[in-house]
């Protein structure tokens, strides 16, 4: 690619991060990877769970976002059921530039009224962020505004989050980059990366005399100065032991996004697309692979679960 339409469709694309989703990756399938956008989740729910997302944002374009997470959290049983802990990794690629996150998350969850529980929880990342301008062709050779070589850079990134859950309904706040850290790149470049704060809510609701049921959910995000709102309803089927659901997505101003899937086994397979309302157009959205895996896990454990399973709510 002309290193001028790069530098073009870069510059939309960071603008379309800066306006809606700033630093982070924006998964269409929300609910199915609560645990990446709120720390609180990891190990709540009494399950081993095994998740992994793949997405190809903008399709269609040369050097188009790519992003894939993976990560397993569970209940650590051995302290108490109260506790949970998670490990993921997050890369994301844009271009010339890449970035990647290692984090490990802590949650800790106490009984609140009958059914619910809350749980508080904390995150620690190492994210690197990698500038490769090796294969650029610049209309001007040694051009000091370009890295002439990969550059990159390490920083220590934190989190932090809130989350309420109950058969019916949950809901979380979270903070991620709690100190806005910045990324110094080599001696020229640098990234300040803004705090995102993160609401999530949900429910489920049982439609009497039928196999479906319908899970609604909502997710804001802002780094107080710009925001998106996503709203999203899923109808679920359920059939010996089967789940199969269709849903539908809204971001006011953004995109639209339809969603398929199913359970079998606790095995749960996803996708959606994501087509823009505006800027690149509908048929230029993004594609997305949700995967998790779900299991008991009674190694330390001794009785039952002492709540319900609701990642799937």
């Not at 809606?20 to 990877?33: C, E, I, R």
């Not at 190492?126 to 040694?142: F, G, K, P, R, Y």
């Not at 949950?170 to 790149?185: F, I, R």
Request: aromatic letters at 12%; charged letters at 15%.
């Amino acid at each position: 690619m002309h290193v001028r339409t790069l530098i073009l469709l870069t510059l939309l694309l960071a603008h379309t991060r800066a306006a809606f989703a700033q630093w982070d990756v924006q998964f269409s399938d929300f609910q199915s990877l609560k645990s990446f956008f709120n720390p609180a989740v990891s190990g709540t729910d009494g399950l081993l769970n095994v998740g992994a997302a793949y997405s190809i944002q903008m399709a269609g374009y040369d050097d188009a976002p790519v992003s894939m997470f993976a990560g397993v959290d569970l209940p650590i049983y051995f302290l108490s059921p109260r506790h949970g802990a998670g490990l993921s990794f997050t890369n994301d690629e844009l271009g010339i530039f890449k970035t990647q996150r290692m984090a490990l998350q802590y949650s800790y969850n106490m009984k609140m009224g009958q059914n619910g529980r809350l749980a508080i929880g904390l995150q620690g990342a190492m994210m690197n962020e990698t500038i490769d301008a090796s294969d650029m062709e610049l209309e001007q050779d040694n051009d000091p505004s370009f890295p002439s070589s990969s550059v990159d850079g390490e920083r220590v990134d934190f989190g932090a989050g809130i989350y309420y859950y109950h058969p019916r309904l949950w809901a979380g706040l979270s903070c991620m980059h709690v100190t806005s850290p910045t990324l110094n790149m080599g001696e020229k470049y640098e990234i300040e990366i803004s705090r995102m704060y993160y609401f999530m809510s949900g429910c489920n609701i049982k439609i009497k005399n039928t196999l479906l049921s319908l899970q609604p959910a909502l997710m804001v995000q802002t780094d107080m100065q710009s925001w998106r709102e996503d709203l999203q309803c899923k109808v679920f089927y359920e059939f010996e032991g089967r789940k199969f659901y269709a849903g539908v997505g809204y971001s006011p101003g953004t995109s639209v996004t339809a969603m398929v899937g199913g359970n079998f086994h606790g095995i749960q397979l996803g996708y959606s697309y994501q087509a823009y309302t505006g800027g690149v157009g509908l048929q230029n959205g993004a594609h997305e692979i949700v995967f998790n895996y779900k299991t008991d896990l009674d190694l330390f454990k001794k009785g039952k679960n002492m709540h319900k399973s609701v990642r799937f709510l």
